[in-house]
T-cell receptor
């Protein structure tokens, strides 16, 4: 079975400073990994996905994530935070069938941007 | 292209009442899913349907039933609602990217259900 641990339930940064949201995963096979974002009272939007093609993955809105197999990590970063980045972020891993049988979500990290 | 749509957006039920949450997608996807989201828990899979005519249990199926009516529609039924089913429910459908070997999921806007 696979699992995801998001190491911080809340992260607070100042506008214009870097963002780091940490995620560790556990899987008995080569996983597919995703980051989703959820703005208040909205649905979920895919930020980026890792599919083994490249370890550094670029997503939308300036976010990127690096897959590190040796550390079983998939941390999300952004060089400079914007007020519009304030949201809930979910690290997600697919099952053996690549997601056909659903996804496993982390518990989420609430990103707060201070003006 | 509406994507994934869900109805209703909000619902309040009394304990013991029944209701059906509707979900439809217009992207011709084979696979569809129902998740629930509770504070501090992320999303948890209730049921999924890999193709028309098939359904399978996810992580938290107790108290729910599903119907894959056709390729477009996947409904979730609560036969006898309980306060523990107060949650936000998300429907999703997925496309298989053969070159990448993954299913990418697209989510609906959610249904906020309160059971009193």
């Amino acid at each position: 079975a696979q699992s995801v641990t998001q190491l911080d339930s809340h992260v607070s940064v100042s506008e214009g400073t870097p963002v780091l949201l940490r995620c560790n995963y556990s899987s008995s096979y080569s996983p597919s990994l995703f980051w989703y974002v959820q703005h208040p009272n909205k649905g979920l939007q895919l930020l980026l996905k890792y599919t083994s093609a490249a370890t550094l993955v670029k997503g939308i809105n300036g976010f990127e994530a690096e897959f590190k197999k040796s550390e079983t990590s998939f941390h999300l970063t952004k060089p400079s935070a914007h007020m519009s980045d304030a949201a809930e972020y979910f690290c997600v891993v697919s099952g053996r069938r690549g997601g056909a049988d659903g996804l496993t979500f982390g518990k989420g990290t609430h990103l707060i941007i201070q003006p | 292209n509406a994507g994934v749509t869900q109805t209703p957006k909000f619902q309040v039920l009394k304990t013991g009442q029944s209701m059906t949450l509707q979900c439809a997608q217009d992207m011709n996807h084979n696979s569809m899913y129902w998740y629930r989201q509770d504070p501090g828990m992320g999303l948890r899979l209730i049921y999924y349907s890999a193709s028309e005519g098939t359904t399978d249990k996810g992580e938290v199926p107790n108290g729910y039933n599903v119907s894959r009516l056709n390729k477009r529609e996947f409904s979730l039924r609560l036969e006898s609602a309980a306060p523990s089913q107060t949650s936000v429910y998300f429907c999703a459908s997925s496309v298989f990217w053969e070159g990448q070997g993954i299913y990418e999921q697209y989510f609906g806007p959610g249904t906020r259900l309160t059971v009193t």
